[in-house]
């Protein structure tokens, strides 16, 4: 069957199953497209030089009318293209190098970004010249494009009448951030230049573009709106001053900036905000808050620019961020007054005080940092979040017409959300649980704040799950004690609203050593906070907020199918289920994919429901025009067009149409039970051009639960060192097993899913069992590494930035967050419950390091020096470990790289090496040196220096 027609048939098979029609036509279409196969050349071998050409669908955007779809498509050589097609219309045009597509919302436009090729950006980078990208255009009407060199951004007016592009600023230090910024009539073609502009934000639902200037000196600095459609340029602000981005009020003619203010005695600077209303009217009204001369406002305060400002709803208040300020050196604070009388002994003192500070400068500074055991955070923690902290502040409201300021938040809430309807805000306080959350749980207490007022009340305290406020701002949402709990913000009442519904909303299959379990989510709010939808396993329930009453939406229980909800339309504020509602479906032991739709008064249908994977379902913004991408292991993701029933599904895009000329597996998903009786399945792909009959060796990749893949289409490449294709064109089979967990026990568990899934596997009769190769990274590394000192079952072994000895690793950072393994293995991945000392026999039965005299399995580890989530020394331990236990065992070393591999030539080297490693161990291919007898280190350099 062609790549094109494959996808079709099964859409259209399983769209017919569902209504009872189109099977026979299905059929029709296979037989025909097998018999033209027939006659075909045979399909060739994919070999490594054939990767660069394959393509990966990135995610599409569907103009508003439904009309056009555009297309992002990269390939493994990075020659990468836009794809733009009309759907009613066969042709497609391509832009090389083309992405971020946007339709203007009149219908007319697509613009795009245009960018270089691998090989001109590094002859720009090696030239030390900056990399500039272009911007296209298309006429949808015409099909025209125009391409605009040096665009650094672009962005359409609402209407889509007008585009505006930004170049990029001068070269050299400046301190100015302004650079030209171009505005076309796009009906007429003209144009309208403004120089030095570091920042503009088009009108919500109109055409003013608010301008912020920022030239060299401030010279003519300020803020401007500007009107396309009479041509006249306003100033709202003009001083020697800088101004940050300007944001609009939804959908009005409302604007607020802020000017940044400077002063001589503190090092930050602090900001006014300004803001207008009204300014398509003819008289609009300035509002200005300055923190120096508004009462009210804390001393020694500033107003910040990082959190940027938010209009409430109405228009009535603006909130931004505060922060206290920081003295320069020496500098009085504004408070500060000399008494006379005291003068001369507060000269001898500042004398005194100058002495000492040159003593100080004197002395250099150690280079010490202190690690405390009360450290809640502990400090390399504290150091990757430094900037984040530097940029702690408060969240505060200026109520324009009153004109009051009121502060949110404090030190106690630092964190803060203003619900919708800006009567209440949220504030949540983590620090009575700071000793727990070392190592355990995350809690906060919750508090209601009057946004009006800044009075705030502790509303419910230890709160793990949270899910904020309700869409329309009535209610809180909290789960505990396996239950879901609101409260009403405006009285205060805690209800349990889903006691008397009988299902359970605790995710108990995450295997997790927590006391409470996580729920399994809510899809969210219904119109003026009626309802709320909860998931439970299999289904989607609607629950009165006061606990009155529950609907169940779906029926998936009965067939072990998942419903969750798919968001439409990303525009709304709330669920409209008077409306149809979206549903992803997936079977939990088929892995169908799916949607199913609900409809007020209806039971839930299932739409499209298939054995593939079906998903990033689209609406058109003003059309019933859907679109969603199915794949198969054997069959290139591809985009589908369809109408609200997801009914007769077209396929309008076409990703590696050449996959017929070559050899290519398939995969099916084969089922087992762990030994301790737990179902289980495993996703199977066959190696491209299986002969049955004919036994081959095998290649077990292994994480935790992986075989929801098997209808995941995978593009060959040799950059992604666990590739499934690559290793199925290598002639392997690939097993993807899935594995769950007992608590203290993550290593034998592993084994005792693992050796069950390879026999399953090798009872097919088509796997040679003396040929079976296992592989892992990261906790999969560490399942490797652990298995082969428990098992004989493998030939050979791969095993990524593997654990080797949880003793060790536990007392470890993760140094890519700066947290502490520790609360790793004691509440999640690890699933150890409690700390080594408290039970040290299981921490050396699950540590691979322990068991390395009974490894008769040759095993490869890899490892990043610059590992920062499991230690490079783990890897060292289980080398020495390995070497004096006189083991077969090779350990990759990869300079300054982290935990996955980042650089090209390092990628294709280990994917490389593992190529040649289970070459030789499950096909017999002559051992190179490195895996024979290793390579000396003067040889290894000459190699890298050649």
């Known amino acids: 069957m062609s790549h094109h027609v494959i996808i079709r048939t099964i859409l259209l098979a399983a769209v017919g199953a569902a209504f009872g029609i189109l099977q026979s036509s299905a059929q029709t279409v296979a037989a025909t497209d097998s018999t033209a196969e027939a006659i075909n050349d045979p399909p060739r071998p994919i070999s490594p030089e054939d990767y660069g050409q394959w393509e990966q669908l990135r995610t599409a955007t569907i103009s508003p009318d439904g009309r056009w779809l555009a297309v992002p498509i990269d390939r493994v050589n990075e020659e990468n293209e836009l794809r733009i097609r009309r759907i009613d ?38 030239e030390q010249k900056p990399v500039r990208l272009r911007m296209g255009l298309l006429d949808l009407r015409t099909g025209d494009t125009l391409s605009v060199d040096d665009v650094a951004g672009f962005q359409f007016s609402h209407d889509g009448t007008y585009l505006a592009m930004s170049r990029y600023s001068p070269q050299g230090e400046r301190e100015a951030k302004g650079a030209d910024l171009v505005i076309r009539t796009l009906a007429s073609a003209t144009d309208m ?15 003013l573009l608010a301008l912020i200037v920022d030239a060299d000196g401030q010279a003519g600095n300020g803020v401007q709106i500007f009107d396309p459609a009479t041509g006249v340029l306003r100033s709202l602000e003009s001083a020697s001053a800088r101004y940050t981005e300007p944001v609009w009020r939804e959908e009005e003619d409302d604007l607020a900036f802020l000017r940044v203010e400077v002063d001589s005695v503190y090092e930050d600077s602090s900001h006014t905000v300004i803001a207008w209303r009204d300014l398509e009217e003819r008289n609009p009204r300035r509002f200005e808050f300055d923190p120096s001369e508004f009462s009210g406002f804390p001393d020694t305060t500033r107003i910040v620019d990082y959190r940027g400002l938010r209009w409430s709803e ?30 001369a002994e507060e000269n001898e003192d500042d004398e005194e005080d100058e002495m000492d500070k040159a003593d100080d400068e004197d002395e250099e500074r150690a280079g010490v940092e202190i690690w405390h055991a009360k450290d809640v955070d502990i400090v390399p923690s504290q150091k990757v979040f430094a900037d984040s902290d530097r940029k702690e502040n408060y969240l505060a409201a200026w109520h324009l017409d009153r004109e009051t300021f009121v502060q949110l938040g404090n030190e106690v809430t630092e964190d803060v959300v203003v619900v919708e309807g800006d009567m209440h805000a949220l504030g949540f306080d983590p620090t009575p ?25 502790k509303i419910v305290d230890r709160v793990e799950f949270h899910f904020g406020a309700s869409s329309g701002g009535r209610y809180f949402l909290f789960f505990r004690d396996d239950q879901y709990w609101t409260v009403d913000l405006a009285s205060g009442t805690t209800t349990n609203i889903t006691a008397d519904i009988a299902a359970s909303f605790v995710n108990t299959d995450r295997d997790i050593t927590v006391e409470q379990k996580p729920p399994f989510g809510r899809a969210g709010w219904s119109e003026d906070d009626e309802t709320v939808l909860l998931y439970d396993k299999y289904d989607v329930w609607e629950v009165r907020p006061d606990g009155s009453e529950a609907t169940r939406l779906t029926r998936g229980a009965e067939d072990s199918v998942r419903y969750r909800y798919q968001r439409i339309d990303w525009s709304e504020d709330y669920i409209d289920t008077d409306q149809p509602i979206y549903l992803t479906a ?67 895009t076409e990703t590696n149409a050449f996959q017929k000329d070559y050899a290519w597996g398939r995969a099916e998903l084969i089922e087992y039970e762990n030994t301790w009786g737990r179902k289980l399945q495993g996703a199977l792909f066959y190696p491209a051009g299986y002969e049955p009959g004919k036994r081959y060796p095998m290649i077990v990749y292994i994480y ?11 593009v060959p490449s040799e950059r992604r060192a666990y590739n499934t294709s690559a290793f199925t064109a290598e002639g392997y089979f690939v097993l993807r097993p899935d594995i769950v967990y007992r608590d203290r026990d993550p290593g034998r568990s592993a084994v005792a899913a693992i050796e069950p899934a390879v026999q399953a596997a090798i009872e097919t009769g088509m796997i040679d069992a003396d040929r079976v190769g296992l592989v892992g990274h990261s906790w999969g590394g560490y399942e490797t590494a652990f298995t082969v ?66 490894m008769n399995t040759p095993l490869l580890v890899t490892f990043g020096t610059e590992d920062g989530a499991v230690d490079f020394n783990q890897g060292v331990e289980f080398y020495n470990a390995a070497r004096r236990a006189g083991k077969d065992f090779v350990l990759l070393v990869y300079e300054g790289e982290n935990h996955g591999l980042a650089e090209k030539a390092n990628q294709l080297d280990y994917h490389r090496r593992i190529i040649e490693w289970f070459g030789h161990y499950l096909k017999d291919d002559p051992a190179p040196d490195w895996i024979a007898k290793g390579v000396p280190y003067l040889e290894q350099e000459r190699n890298r220096n050649r």
């Open 704 to 714: 935790e639960k992986v075989s929801q893949t098997v209808h995941t289409y995978s």
């Open 89 to 126: 219309v066969d042709s497609v045009f391509v832009i090389p190098y083309g992405s971020q597509p946007k339709f203007s919302n009149d219908q007319k436009w697509l613009a795009y970004r245009i960018g270089v090729s691998e090989k001109e950006q590094k002859k720009l980078e090696d």
């Open 314 to 343: 109405e228009g009535r208040t603006l909130y931004f961020g505060i922060k206290d300020r920081r003295l320069k050196e020496d500098a009085e604070t504004p408070a500060d007054t000399t008494d006379v009388e005291d003068g």
């Open 586 to 652: 997936y079977g939990e032991w088929s892995k169908q994919f799916g949607y199913a739709r609900v409809r007020s008064g209806r039971p839930a249908e299932n739409l499209v429901l298939m054995d593939a994977n079906v998903a990033r379902l689209q609406k058109a913004d003003s059309a019933d025009v859907f679109v969603f991408v199915a794949q198969r292991f054997d069959d290139s993701p591809d985009y589908f067009t369809t109408g609200p029933n997801l009914a007769n599904p077209k396929q309008v």
């Open 433 to 457: 649980y700071d000793k727990e959350r070392m190592f355990g749980p995350r809690y906060r207490d919750v508090y209601r704040i009057d946004v009006a007022t800044g009075a705030r009340e």
């Open 789 to 854: 000192t428990q098992s004989d079952l493998f030939a050979a072994a791969v095993a990524g930035a593997p654990l080797t000895n949880l003793f060790s690793m536990y007392l470890s950072i993760y140094w890519n967050s700066g947290g502490t393994d520790a609360r790793i293995f004691e509440i999640s991945q690890g699933r150890m419950e409690v700390p080594f000392w408290e039970d040290v026999e299981a921490y050396a039965a699950n540590s691979p390091v322990f068991h390395i005299e009974n």
């Open 193 to 207: 230049n403004f120089g030095n502009v570091s920042r503009f934000a088009w009108q919500d639902e109109g055409s």
